[in-house]
C-alpha cells in the first residue's frame, strides 16, 4: 500500500484547504487532509468527489475533522490536471453563470432593489431557458435563506437542475450558516474556477 500524503489545513481560510487537498490528491494514491471546520469539511469532500476519489471523513478530539481521499483508477494523477482535464475553455458553448454578490438590484433605494431582485429570481424561475449555475457571495448569500422571500424560487432553479454554489466564508461572516435554505456551500477556488470557465457570466 502506498504511503499516506498528510495534509494539516487546520486554521487556514477558505480556499487554501481545497488547493492543498487537490495538489496533494494529484500527486498521491492516498491523502489524508486534516482541517477544523465544517465549511472546510465539506468543500474538501466535495472535491474529492469531483476528482474521483473515494471519500471518508471523521470527528477527531479538538473540532479537527479527517478527511481521506483515494484515488481511484482513471483519477486525475500529476500528469493529469484536474482543472485543464475536466474544465473546458471559455467559449460560447461554456455553462450559463449568473453571479448574485447583493441581495438587492441595482443602486439607489434598497426597498426598491429588494423588489427588483424579488421579481428577477422569479423571471429567471420561470424562464424556459434557465442557466447552468447560480453563485451567491457577499450580502446575496442572504437570498438563499431561510425565510427569505426568494427561496422558493431558488429552490425551484435547484430541483431543475441548476447547480447552486453559495459563499461559505460569506455564511460565516454574517452568522447564518445554519440558516442556509438550498444550494452546496462552496468556496472561492470553485467559485473562481466556474466563473472562469462560463460562456456566459451574468450579474444583475
Not at 487537490?22 to 465549511?39: C, F, P, R, S, Y
Not at 429567471?124 to 422571500?149: C, H, M, R, S, W
Not at 429552490?155 to 447552486?164: M, P, Q, R, T
Amino acid at each position: 500500500m502506498s504511503e499516506i500524503k498528510i495534509v494539516n489545513a487546520t486554521g487556514l481560510a477558505c480556499p487554501q484547504p481545497v488547493m492543498l487537498a487537490k495538489e496533494a490528491i494529484g500527486k498521491n494514491e492516498q491523502v489524508k487532509v486534516l482541517v477544523d471546520n465544517e465549511t472546510a469539511l465539506e468543500n474538501v469532500k466535495r472535491l474529492g468527489t469531483k476528482m474521483g476519489c473515494s471519500v471518508e471523513s471523521r470527528a477527531k478530539a479538538g473540532g479537527v475533522f479527517e478527511i481521506m481521499l483515494t484515488r481511484k483508477a482513471g483519477a486525475p494523477s500529476a500528469q493529469a490536471d484536474f482543472s485543464v482535464s475536466r474544465t473546458p475553455a471559455p467559449s460560447a458553448a461554456g455553462p450559463f453563470v449568473i453571479v448574485l454578490a447583493e441581495d438587492k438590484m441595482g443602486r439607489g433605494n434598497d426597498e426598491l432593489g429588494s423588489v427588483l431582485i424579488r421579481a428577477f429570481m422569479h423571471t429567471i424561475a420561470e424562464q424556459a431557458q434557465k442557466p447552468d449555475v447560480l453563485i451567491f457571495y457577499n450580502t446575496g448569500v442572504k437570498l438563499v435563506l431561510q425565510g427569505a422571500e426568494t427561496l422558493e424560487d431558488i429552490k425551484e432553479l435547484a430541483e431543475a437542475g441548476v447547480e447552486i454554489l453559495v459563499c461559505g466564508t460569506c455564511l460565516n461572516f454574517f452568522e447564518v450558516k445554519e440558516k442556509l435554505g438550498v444550494g452546496a456551500v462552496s468556496n472561492m477556488y470553485d467559485i473562481v474556477e466556474t466563473m472562469s470557465r462560463a460562456g456566459r457570466l451574468f450579474s444583475p
